[in-house]
Nanobody, 124 residues
Framework: QVQLVESGGGSVQTGGSLKLSCSVS????????LGWFRQAPGREREGVAS????????YYRNLAKGRFTISHDGAKRMLFLQMNGLTPEDTALYYC?????????????????WGQGTQVTVSS
């Protein structure tokens, strides 16, 4: 079992920045990859960025490349997502997730543990 709790969401204007945090507890040993996903109203959940189980590799969806950075605290007990250059299209509920894959991946089927989400709202 893995428990995930997100924080750091909020409201910003276009071009602003936010840093999301995710507290990871439970049996979150090195077998789990970690990821950030988001879901906007009326849209499917989509992957944003992920971290390999070893913590050394990352994978980004195109929408995040060059704007978002995924990182951890060294022990994978805290996961972060630094988001810069935010636009209204980034408005969504952002989720932290843990999955039983050694590689960094954004395949939803690989992730079995989810947090409750933190809301990000970007106004124009």
């Amino acid at each position: 079992q893995v428990q995930l709790v997100e924080s750091g969401g909020g409201s910003v204007q276009t071009g602003g920045s936010l840093k999301l945090s995710c507290s990871v507890s439970g049996d979150a040993d090195n077998e789990y990859c970690l990821g950030w996903f988001r879901q906007a109203p009326g849209r499917e959940r989509e992957g944003v960025a992920s971290l390999s189980s070893g913590g050394g590799d990352t994978y980004y969806r195109n929408l995040a490349k060059g704007r978002f950075t995924i990182s951890h605290d060294g022990a994978k007990r805290m996961l972060f997502l630094q988001m810069n250059g935010l636009t209204p299209e980034d408005t969504a509920l952002y989720y932290c997730a843990a999955g039983g894959s050694p590689a960094a991946t954004l395949r939803l089927s690989k992730f079995g543990y989810w947090g409750q989400g933190t809301q990000v709202t970007v106004s124009s």
